[in-house]
Antibody, heavy 120, light 111 residues
Framework: QVTLRESGPALVKPTQTLTLTCTFS??????????VSWIRQPPGKALEWLAL???????YYSTSLKTRLTISKDTSKNQVVLTMTNMDPVDTATYYC????????????WGQGTMVTVSS | QSVLTQPPSASGTPGQRVTISCSGS????????VYWYQQLPGTAPKLLIY???QRPSGVPDRFSGSKSGTSASLAISGLRSEDEADYYC????????????FGGGTKLTVL
């Protein structure tokens, strides 16, 4: 059974750096083609893709957030980490991680999401 | 402002057929597959349609997808109350080194 679970702080202050971890099971990020993406959703708003990392350690980022995002993986721990710098209240959202078999393929399994509030 | 354009809302009565459109450009829908996700209230999105018109195991055949040029559509026939949800289209975009783009979402109400 494939599962993904997001973890991280529920509250961060403006200007701080957010670090989120996606811990997964049921698949390996060392499998050819495998990818994990981060997607977020502000309350009452649409989904927004943030970043993707693939089995070969290639990384792709949202154009508008590229300067603030870093995605990395620890294959031995089955984890993908997303850092977002200079957090702002507009970054308040539920953050999801999701799996795909290839970078241009469907996000077939999603985590339950973790809500992050940015407030002083 | 989302890269893919969807109507913000749609509605229908039980048993009706409803369609939701998704408009993009040559760099996303025009050259890549379209995917549809269903998000029930308070839950994570779920894959509904992949590669334009394929249904994952477990998705009823009441749901169907199509694509033509730079636009795509999701059709739901035999509408049921449990179909009330937000629906999002998505596609890979080949511009700017590659990225995923989503539509703004369509809230489907079953009257």
């Amino acid at each position: 059974q494939v599962t993904l679970r997001e973890s991280g702080p529920a509250l961060v202050k403006p200007t701080q750096t957010l670090t989120l971890t996606c811990t997964f099971s049921g698949f390996s990020l060392s499998t050819s083609g495998m990818c994990v993406s981060w997607i977020r959703q502000p309350p009452g708003k649409a989904l927004e893709w943030l970043a993707l990392i693939d089995w070969d350690d290639d990384k792709y980022y949202s154009t508008s957030l590229k300067t603030r995002l870093t995605i990395s993986k620890d294959t031995s721990k089955n984890q993908v980490v997303l850092t977002m710098t200079n957090m702002d209240p507009v970054d308040t959202a539920t953050y999801y991680c999701a799996r795909a078999f290839y970078k241009t393929d469907a996000f077939d399994i999603w985590g339950q999401g973790t809500m992050v509030t940015v407030s002083s | 402002q989302s890269v893919l354009t969807q109507p913000p809302s749609a509605s229908g009565t039980p048993g009706q057929r409803v369609t939701i459109s998704c408009s993009g450009s040559s760099s996303n829908i025009g050259s890549n597959y379209v995917y549809w996700y269903q998000q029930l209230p308070g839950t994570a999105p779920k894959l509904l349609i992949y590669r334009n018109n394929q249904r994952p195991s477990g998705v009823p055949d009441r749901f169907s997808g199509s694509k033509s040029g730079t636009s795509a559509s999701l059709a739901i026939s035999g509408l049921r109350s449990e179909d009330e949800a937000d629906y999002y289209c998505a596609a890979w975009d080949d511009s700017l080194s590659g990225r995923w783009v989503f539509g703004g979402g369509t809230k489907l109400t079953v009257l």
